[in-house]
Every structure is written in structure tokens, then in C-alpha cells.
């Protein structure tokens, strides 16, 4: 993965650290860059009492701990839980993505996911990227099935930036699953079937070997 670009396509901020936060921190300190792409900010769903571009400082600063630069830290503007009206608008974004930055690797939500915003981005995403290496990331509380066919291999230094940077979303801590707890057990489960310490487990969606 040296000097390859790895793009992570978020439907909101923080999906893409929940999904693979370790991985990113993997392959970083292996070389590549990173470019972290969120959707939206959610920002009608932040808690009245919260500035609501809240999301979008915390997303800069959990990137930026797993070695994201900020300029490749990208919010578009998309509204929350409306993604399947903007299908067209979302698809174009992705293809102006993958002409910028020409990807050697996307990472996305898996198809099975059934948060309507996250099933855009894999379904659009598929047909954006194409003709590049996908892998589907899991998000356990919505995903309806998934297919543990790729494993990412990691150690400590990675998970514990993981659990740190989902610790720099002060607005989500109420989550059940932004917990270091599950977090934890979930890398330990996946590496446990690998014969690894920690590991995520994505679906493969495409594959390209040249």
C-alpha cells in the first residue's frame, strides 16, 4: 500500500472510523495518504443545546489523530436521513472525487447496510468506482448481513488510535456503540478469526489486481 491513495467514502462523520479506523491508521504509517470524504454533517440532527457544525470540528480532529491531513478531511453538505433524494447530486460528487484524486482503493459502506443514507453511498459509490478496488466496511448495528471475506491485521498503536479518535466525538458519546468497550471487543473478535491480535473485516466488493 506505499504511496497509494486510499479514499474512504463516510456517509456522515464518524461512519469511516467506526468502519475502519484501524485500517486507516494502518496504512498511513505504511505510506499511503488517505482521503477522508464525509457526506454530511449531520447537522440537523445535533442536539439543540450543540453548535450545529459541531460534527464537523470533531470529524477534523479525529482524522487529524489517525494521521489525516486536514486538507484531505472533505464534508459535503448533504442532509441527514435524505440521501436517497440526492442520489443523482451524490453520484456526481463521487465521480468528481475519483477524477481529483484517482483512488487506488475505496473504502464505503457495505450494501447490506440498512441505514438509507449508508446504502446510497455503497450503491452509488459502486457505480463511481467501478473500475477500483472496493471494500466494504462493516457497521455492525445497521448492517442486515455481512460477508467477512477481507480481514485487516493490526496492533495496539492502531487500535488504540481508533478508539481515540471516536473518543473526539464528544456530540455522539451517548451511542451505545461509541464505546471503547465494544470498540475493543469487536477488533479482538475479528483478529480472533485470523489468528491476529486485532483486525476489521470488510466485504470485498471488487477486487482489481494489475
Not at 457544525?53 to 459535503?76: M, P, W, Y
Not at 481515540?164 to 466525538?169: L, M, N, P, Q
Not at 483478529?191 to 466485504?203: C, L, P, R, T
Amino acid at each position: 500500500m506505499n504511496n497509494r491513495t486510499i479514499l474512504i467514502l463516510a456517509p456522515h462523520t464518524d461512519d469511516g472510523e467506526f468502519g475502519c479506523g484501524g485500517t486507516i491508521a494502518k496504512l498511513i504509517a505504511g505510506g499511503s495518504r488517505v482521503v477522508y470524504a464525509a457526506f454530511s454533517a449531520a447537522e440537523q440532527s445535533v442536539l439543540p443545546h450543540l453548535p450545529r457544525d459541531i460534527l464537523r470540528t470533531e470529524v477534523l480532529n479525529a482524522t487529524t489523530h489517525l494521521g489525516i491531513a486536514s486538507k484531505d478531511c472533505l464534508v459535503f453538505d448533504f442532509e441527514v436521513r435524505k440521501f436517497p433524494e440526492f442520489r443523482q447530486q451524490i453520484l456526481d460528487q463521487m465521480i468528481q472525487l475519483n477524477r481529483e484524486y484517482v483512488p487506488d482503493m475505496v473504502f464505503l459502506p457495505s450494501v447490506n447496510d440498512t441505514h438509507q443514507d449508508h446504502n446510497i453511498i455503497a450503491v452509488e459509490g459502486f457505480r463511481a468506482f467501478k473500475r477500483t478496488t472496493m471494500l466494504g466496511y462493516e457497521v455492525p448495528w445497521n448492517n442486515l448481513d455481512f460477508r467477512t471475506s477481507c480481514f485487516v491485521a493490526f496492533d495496539e498503536s492502531c487500535l488504540t488510535k481508533k478508539i481515540s479518535a471516536i473518543d473526539k466525538y464528544e456530540s455522539q458519546k451517548g451511542r451505545t456503540y461509541a464505546n471503547a468497550d465494544f470498540i475493543r471487543s469487536l477488533a479482538v473478535t475479528r483478529g480472533v478469526q485470523v489468528g491476529a491480535k486485532y483486525a476489521e473485516s470488510f466485504e470485498v466488493v471488487r477486487w482489481i489486481i494489475k
